[in-house]
Each structure stands twice: as C-alpha cells, then as structure tokens.
C-alpha cells in the first residue's frame, strides 16, 4: 500500500511517526508523494490541549469521508478509548501511543475496524528510524511520572520507562555511522532518565568522568562516539537540573548549549498548585548556573497562561521572571482543562478574552526580549549546521547553532552549496526576534 502520515502535537509524534515510517517500509509498504496519493493515512494525534486533540480527530475525519483506509494514532486515541469510533464511525484502525509498533500487523490482519490500547515496548519500536537526514531523534524515556495538576500525558503516555543504555548507545553509534550528525533525545520528562528504573548495569563500561547520575552519564557516553558532532535532548523539567548536568555541558562540547526549560508559571502560588516542585527562586537559580558557564547559553520555556485561579499579580509574577531568566524564546499556551486532571476540578475561571491578552502580552515581551538577546550575538561567528534554503527566502540557507538559534545567511555568489549537515562558520550581522542573518566565512 502506498501510505501517508498526518502528525501534530511534540517531537514524541514526529519521532513515531518516523517509526511507524520505518515499520511500514520494511513490511513492504511504500511511502506516498503526497495524501491524495496514498491508499493509506495515517493521522498521529495530540491530546494536551482540547483543540489540539480537535484539530486531529477532524482531519481524521475528513480522511474517512474520502473512502482511503484511515488510521489514528498517538494520545488522543488513549483519551477516547472506544468512544473514538463514536467519534468517527468510518475509522478504520485506532492504536494508542505506546502501540503504534502493531500497525504492521493491523494492516496484515486486515480486520477492520480495530481498536489498540495496549503496549508494544520492543526495542524495533524504540528504535526504527526513517531512513536519511543527518539529524535523529532518539527516545530515551517513554512516559511520564510527574503528575502536574493540568497535564493529561502521564495518563496518556503511561507510567514512565527508560531504554537501557547500552541499547541507546548502540542506537545512536549506528545512527553516527550512517551520516547522522545531531541527535535528540526525546522524553516528557527527560531528565529523569534512569531514575524508575535502572538503566546501566554492572558490566556495562564505568564513566570515565566519575559521573553517577543516569542521564549526564549517558550524555558522557555518547559524547565520545566518533562522527556524531551535536547531541539536543527534550524536555527538561527543572527539577532535574543537578549539578552533574551542569558538569556534563561545561565539559562536553558536543552537548548543544540548550535547555528547553518549561517554567509553567512564575509565581509560587501557582506553581505549588500545579505540583511542579520547584520555586521561582529555584528555578532562576538553576538558569543562572547553566549561564555560569557560558552567558550565551540558550533557555527557552513553555508557559500556561490562565490556570485556574492565575490572578493578575501571578501573571506579573510570570512576567517577571520571564524578563529575570531573559528566555531566548518561549511558547505561551492558554490553559485548557483536561478530562481527568486534578485542575479540570477547578473552575476554569480566567474568562477566554484576559487568556488572550495574558498570551498577547507575553508573546510581545518575548518578541523584544527575543531581540535584545540575539543583537548582543551581532559580529559573533556562529557554528552552523546547514539545514537547506530558508523557509522565508529561498536564495538564504539556513542551519540552527549550538543554542538551537535559526541562522540564514547568503551564500556567497559562485560558492560551493553546503552540503546538509555541513558546518558553516557564519558571521551574524543582522538580529531578528528569532532569527539571526549573517555571511558565511571562507573558511567554513
Ligand atoms: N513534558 C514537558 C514538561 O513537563 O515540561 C512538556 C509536556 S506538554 C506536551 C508541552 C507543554 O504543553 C507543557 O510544557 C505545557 O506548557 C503545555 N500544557 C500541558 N498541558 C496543558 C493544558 N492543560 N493547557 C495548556 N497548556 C498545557
Ligand atoms: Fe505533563 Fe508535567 Fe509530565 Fe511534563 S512533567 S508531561 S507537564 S505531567
């Protein structure tokens, strides 16, 4: 069959659907050009928010108006449960997010329709990879055991798993080996890499740099495969910020010098509502150890405007420590209640319209902040990664540096095209509230 794949929501989808790409090709089934060509789709959904989970299950549903074999994935199938096909009557398969792995089997099956919950945890669902590209994602932690009072992931998501180590290690020394020169790890909750279940055993190598927690040491280990140049991770949630992290990114430069920090709120009232364990005070102090080292060293967050009870003083508060840990960027989400979690037995009191200003007035912080930070990066030379042409201008390429910054730049006229995954030195001359512009030197 030819097959296409829809996907919305985090880099978790987009690494599945890469995976569920994989399965599909080496069961024989080839990728289509475009939806209108396949006679398979697949939509790989999200469920955090209520329009996110919206937006999804339309698609999904105008998908089966079409007469295609349609399929749907990932957390919004968790959340729905059998209800989907209430839903979406003409849906053909729905497999939950940690059992996208049987998708292969479905098809062969061919008894429709079908409705998957369970697990399937294999290492060849863990590890398949689309083909090409220099850049990899790598699952490292499924699930989540924070319970933060809004977030419907851990019930989704299930109960939290590290991959052993040495089955990451392998992973990603192949990935090296076959071209691939950035890799990012992936978990809800990344930082708690090894901390449910025990990842490094007795006869795996000792770290040669002391290091006793699970995931610096692993950061340690797969800084020393050859061939890989950048390793990025996701998300970090602030509590696991220790001084073994800090370490790791002072002494290993190919640790990209970024931390996607999610910061929720700025005011402890609120973030002790949340269950998020860790105060405004704590949390800055962790952004200025990780800036000790290097006051270049890129932090963005996610925020949630609008939580139950967020009074215009714990909005100033989120104001201010935005403007405090001066965040390189940040993505701002209204709140939405979710079936299930301990805030949606609040009243969700702060009306549609003030959600809007509070994420209007954020976002326009961020535009100037956003600013000053990469003006003060004007006549630095930035290492890129070349990605291909600008998405804006298609005479630029572009490439993202070691803080995960968007660097285009003007090739100049008669020289080699990089190759992807090629490192440029370019010398920024221009700042942009999320984009810096420069030339390439020629020595690059
Ligand atoms: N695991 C990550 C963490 O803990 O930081 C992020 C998980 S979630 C997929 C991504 C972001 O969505 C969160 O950081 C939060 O800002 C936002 N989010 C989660 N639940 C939400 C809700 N009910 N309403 C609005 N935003 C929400
Ligand atoms: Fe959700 Fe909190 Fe887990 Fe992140 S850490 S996935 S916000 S429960």
């Not at 089997?105 to 998957?116: S, V």
């Not at 590890?127 to 977030?151: D, E, I, K, M, W």
Request: aromatic share 6%; net charge neutral.
């Amino acid at each position: 069959m030819k097959f296409h794949i829809h996907t919305y929501g985090c880099q978790m989808n987009v690494r599945d659907s890469e995976a569920v790409e994989a399965l599909l090709s080496a069961a024989g089934h080839v990728k289509a050009s475009c939806e209108e060509d396949a006679d398979l789709v697949i939509v790989n959904s999200c469920t955090v928010r209520q329009k996110a989970e919206e937006k999804a299950v339309g698609k999904a549903g105008y998908l089966c108006s079409t007469g295609k074999l349609t399929g749907l994935m990932g957390c919004a199938v968790k959340r729905l449960g059998a209800d989907v096909f209430k839903r979406l009557p003409k849906l053909d398969f729905a497999v939950a997010p940690r059992g996208f792995g049987l998708i292969p089997k479905i098809l062969a099956e061919g008894r429709f329709p079908r409705l998957e919950l369970g697990d399937d945890l294999s290492a060849e669902a863990l590890s398949s990879h689309a083909a090409g590209g220099f850049q990899a994602f790598v699952t490292v932690l499924v699930g989540c055991n924070n319970r933060c009072s809004y977030c419907i992931v851990p019930d989704v998501r299930g109960r939290e798993y590290s991959r052993p180590a040495r089955e990451i290690v392998a992973e990603v020394r192949s990935l090296a080996a076959n071209g691939v020169k950035e890799v990012c790890l992936l978990g809800q909750s990344v930082l708690r890499y090894g901390v449910s279940n025990a990842v490094w055993d007795a006869s795996d190598e000792p770290s040669p740099g002391g290091y006793t927690e699970a995931f610096p040491r692993l950061l340690e280990a797969l800084s020393a495969i050859p061939g890989l140049g950048r390793i990025r991770f996701t998300s970090a949630h602030p509590g696991g910020c220790t001084d073994e992290l800090v370490r790791a990114y002072a002494e290993f430069p190919k640790i990209c010098r970024h931390i996607h920090l999610p910061v929720q709120s700025g005011s402890d009232r609120i973030l002790a509502d949340m269950g998020r364990r860790y105060t405004r005070a704590e949390y800055l102090a962790a952004v200025r150890r990780l800036r000790g080292f290097d006051p270049e060293f890129a932090v963005t967050t996610d925020v949630i405007v609008g939580y139950p009870g967020e009074s215009e003083e714990d909005f100033e508060a989120t104001r201010s420590l935005m403007d405090e840990a001066g965040f390189d960027n940040a993505f701002v989400f209204k709140y939405s209640p979710r079936p299930g979690t301990r805030s949606a037995a609040k009243p969700d009191d702060v009306p549609q319209e003030e959600k809007e200003r509070r994420n209007s007035v954020l976002l326009e912080d961020q535009e100037r902040r956003g600013l000053e930070r990469n003006k003060a990066l004007v006549g630095t030379v930035r290492e890129v990664l070349a990605e291909g042409p600008s998405k804006r201008n298609a005479s630029r390429l572009a490439g993202r540096d070691s803080g995960n910054r968007i660097v285009v730049w003007e090739p100049p006229a008669g020289s080699r095209v990089p190759v992807l995954g090629e490192k440029v030195r370019v010398r920024i001359l221009e700042a942009h509230p999320q984009i810096l512009a420069g030339e390439a030197l020629a020595d690059s």
